[in-house]
């Protein structure tokens, strides 16, 4: 089966927590602090495997959690870091974050890598928070969260040549023809319902990739008749062989159906109709193909038209031919996060922070003081304190009081909740409730 869109759910590894330990050996009953880091969560990492061609391993699991970091030991020893989670993908995979519709990476090339959520950082050991006026601490962090988001993976066949056109024109004829691929051939439209790939050998050194995409529609370019689906897969093609029923047997105009193909390619993207386009005027072998092709030529223009039959081979080669040269002279595509029109997401901290009224709540949202909360160990006292001194240097104290709080009210962080208090101590936030 098909598969050539998925939605996935990636989390990064939380990191491991640090501990709190004490150096105890014979004859140094009063060591100093002696507790390890945790280790580092491991991150969540697509890498292109060129040996896949769908994205089928995303149908049935779509959670991936990466591993976590060990927690840290006595005697200043760490917590080892996690190992990556790799999820390989085939080539040609964009990927974006489905909240925002941001385009995260596009995954082209072989062994290529995408980090899509970073495991979170260990926490510290008590070790790390020793002063000299401190030498004693009884305090150690707990590990970062890992990232966590929603992604879609779409998959965009990498073919340099592609072949379009209405439904039982010849194309899946065509690719049989010129390749090894078999795809299915019958006399009813929409035979062919996902991309055919082979390999077209000219013959003098020369080949390339040809894709025989499924037959369009009128209204594809909104969705009818999956038109999404199909034509995603021609945004990658070099040059575009665009196959038409020169015969008219089942009743139609063969210019009219180039037009109504080529206008469906436009309201999708314009910049398809810039792409290099080859006319493979197909039945040549029908009778009244001979006196419909001079008429349809007369209407195109300038663009080449080659007369061929795909069952019988007439004129196929010329027409390969023709692709390999336009293809010498073509640079390939630049992939999609090279494009200055498609802005690419980076995995960065949102900076500051916002105070919002709940009611009677004081709720304040930020990655930087959410994250700084779930690495205190809330229930040590010197951690608390700590974080007490963090948030006011940060002003999110000042800010909730701004926003209309007072000694007594309910400030919520994340998921924690403080109270907001005032007794001339560094800290302005009690401890949870």
């Not at 699991?61 to 870091?81: L, T, V, Y």
């Not at 030498?135 to 929603?150: C, V, Y």
Request: hydrophobic content about 35%; some cysteine; charged content about 30%.
């Amino acid at each position: 089966m098909w598969i050539d869109t998925a939605t996935i759910y990636v989390k990064g590894g939380d990191g491991g927590n640090g501990i709190v330990s004490f150096r105890r050996e014979k004859y140094v009953p009063l060591g100093g602090p002696a507790g390890g880091d945790g280790g580092r969560g491991g991150d969540v990492v697509l890498e292109v495997d060129e040996g896949l061609r769908t994205l089928m391993d995303f149908r049935y699991q779509r959670h991936f959690k990466a591993p976590r970091g060990e927690h840290g030991k006595p005697k200043n020893q760490h917590g080892k870091s996690a190992d990556d989670l790799i999820l390989r993908v085939p080539p040609g995979t964009v990927v974006r974050d489905r909240d925002t519709g941001r385009v995260l990476g596009d995954l082209v090339r072989p062994g290529q890598r995408l980090v899509v959520a970073r495991g979170g950082r260990g926490g510290r050991g008590n070790t790390r928070f020793a002063t000299p006026q401190n030498k004693a601490p009884h305090m150690a962090e707990k590990g970062e969260p890992g990232e966590e988001r929603w992604i879609v993976l779409e998959l965009k066949v990498l073919a340099d040549v592609g072949l379009v056109g209405l439904p039982s024109v010849g194309k899946s004829t065509l690719l049989a023809s010129v390749t090894a691929a078999k795809p299915k051939i019958a006399d009813y439209p929409f035979t062919t319902l996902s991309p055919n790939l082979g390999v077209v050998d000219v013959g003098d050194g020369r080949s390339f990739v040809l894709a025989d995409l499924p037959g369009l529609i009128e209204g594809a370019h909104s969705g009818r008749g999956l038109g999404h689906q199909f034509l995603r897969h021609i945004e990658r093609t070099r040059v575009i062989i665009h196959v038409v029923d020169i015969s008219g047997a089942e009743g139609r105009d063969p210019y009219e159906d180039w037009v109504q193909i080529n206008e469906e390619l436009r309201l999708y993207d314009p910049r398809l109709l810039e792409r290099p386009q080859l006319i493979a005027a197909n039945k040549m072998d029908l009778p009244g193909a001979e006196l419909r092709l001079a008429e349809f030529c007369s209407r195109v223009g300038d663009i080449p038209v080659f007369p061929i039959s795909a069952a019988s081979g007439r004129g196929v080669r010329e027409l390969m031919y023709a692709a390999a040269d336009i293809l010498d002279r073509q640079p390939p595509p630049p992939p999609m996060d090279a494009d200055p029109d498609r802005p690419v997401f980076r995995l960065e901290e949102e900076p500051g922070f916002v105070v919002q009224r709940e009611g009677d709540v004081f709720v304040v949202r930020g990655e930087r003081v959410e994250k700084a909360v779930k690495r205190t160990n809330l229930s040590q006292e010197e951690a608390v304190r700590r974080l007490a001194r963090i948030l006011r240097i940060m002003g999110v104290e000042e800010a909730v009081r701004q926003a209309g709080a007072e000694d007594g009210d309910t400030v919520r962080i994340g998921e924690f909740e403080f109270e907001l208090i005032d007794d001339g101590s560094e800290g302005g936030l009690e401890q949870p409730r």
